[in-house]
């Protein structure tokens, strides 16, 4: 099979050349959980990383909290960050999937920032750098829907999940808010009836994508018109849990949209067998969220916080 269309090739240990890896290649890797910024494993630049995005998260961007980021881009912060590969936390996780799906891609960009960003692009990258870090960090083995910048129409990456078998599927979005001021991380689960007027825009918007399809191509691999009580009762009290744990252990270190566990009718989250969360990093029709989203060093601790909490829910008892 031709890797380019091989989802099970889009393994973490196969990731596209990144900037942030050192010249002998091996991947950067610095203590978690970022968190934990006074743990005496900590570097001074992961302190100061860590600050920088909360500064930049927590209390708008400036010159100085982009500043604060960038060393993490230079090569000897990064020789010094390297550590050793880490066991998986819990065991069992070693024998976990997780299915990451980078929103949008190929001639469907998503939503587009005020400076330009294209949502299709911030989407892989979190996700090429979330599979990487639960791979490394976290004992986890994560695949991707796609690896590059094509299209998928929004059935097949729900197809992916359930053909690889995953333990979880997460859609990762930056999309364009309903309201201008909306910034913040949220997650969503499915559901017929949307949390608020909100999230109904928003799934609307977003199950949109596939008109950027082929004419007939959506819907010719499964589930058009799967409903919401076939969904088996596993899948349901599993996609809640999932969504409580990424939203509070996220949280924790970024800022989140107002009511951020929210629900609504999202196409892309209706495997009846395998819990699905669509996790919204940010707001790219905001411009302090674009301003963090386009910045790779801040996209990198966003999918390293991603990945640690992604870690978590595997090993929590909804899971087990
Ligand atoms: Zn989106």
Redesign the pocket.
Known sequence: MDPDTDPAAATATDPAPDPSLDPSGVPASVPAPLATVASASATAVDRRAVLGLGKLWLTGFGVAGLALAQPLRSGAALAAQRRPDRKPESPANARRLVMLDP??GGNDP??IGTRGTF?KDV?LDIARETARALADRHGVAARMTRQDDRFLALDERVALAREAGADLFVSI???SAPTADARGLSAYILSEKASDAFASRLAQ??NQ?DRFGKPGAAGSRVLKDILLDLTARHTRTASLAARQLLVEGAGRELHLLENPMRAANFAVLKAPDVPSVLV?TGFLSNPRDEEILCDPAARRVVARILGREIAKVLSSPAFA
Do not use: S
Request: net charge negative; charged share 30%.
């Open positions: 929103g949008h998503g939503a949502e989407t979005h930056a999309d918007q977003e994508a919204e």
